[in-house]
C-alpha cells in the first residue's frame, strides 16, 4: 500500500521561503511521476508542479513558475517543494500525488499559511 507524508508546513510572512517535503512508502518510487497540489481555502485543489521519474523534466503552474522549485530524490523516496518569494496568495494545503499502478495516491496535505 502507498503512503505519502507531507511535512514542512507552517506559518510565514510574505517574501519567506519555506521548503515542503513528501515521503513515500509502499511503492516503487523511483519509477513514478510525482506532483505538488494545493488547496486555499474554500477553494478547488489546483496542480503546483510536477517532476518525472529521473527528475530531468519539471513542470510549473503559472502562479508559481519562477519562485518554486520542485526536486526528488529517489534514494530516499521524497519529493520537494521549495517555495521561494511566499505571496498571500500562496496559503493553502499543500498535497503531493503519485501515480504508480494505473491509481492516484494523495498525502494527507500539509498546511501553509502566508501573512503580512
Known amino acids: 500500500q502507498v503512503q505519502l507524508v507531507e511535512s514542512g508546513g507552517g506559518l510565514v510572512q510574505a517574501g519567506d521561503s519555506l521548503r515542503l517535503s513528501c515521503a513515500a512508502s509502499g511503492g516503487t518510487f523511483s519509477t513514478t511521476l510525482m506532483e505538488w497540489f494545493r488547496q486555499p481555502p474554500g477553494k478547488e485543489r489546483k496542480f503546483v508542479a510536477r517532476i518525472t521519474s529521473s527528475g530531468g523534466n519539471t513542470y510549473y503552474a503559472d502562479s508559481v513558475k519562477g519562485r518554486f522549485i520542485i526536486s526528488r530524490d529517489n534514494a530516499k523516496n521524497s519529493v520537494y517543494l521549495q517555495m521561494n518569494s511566499l505571496k498571500l496568495e500562496d496559503t493553502a494545503v499543500y498535497f503531493c500525488?503519485?501515480?504508480?499502478?494505473?491509481?492516484?495516491?494523495w498525502g494527507q496535505g500539509t498546511q501553509v499559511t502566508v501573512s503580512s
Open positions: 500525488r503519485l501515480l504508480g499502478g494505473g491509481k492516484f495516491y
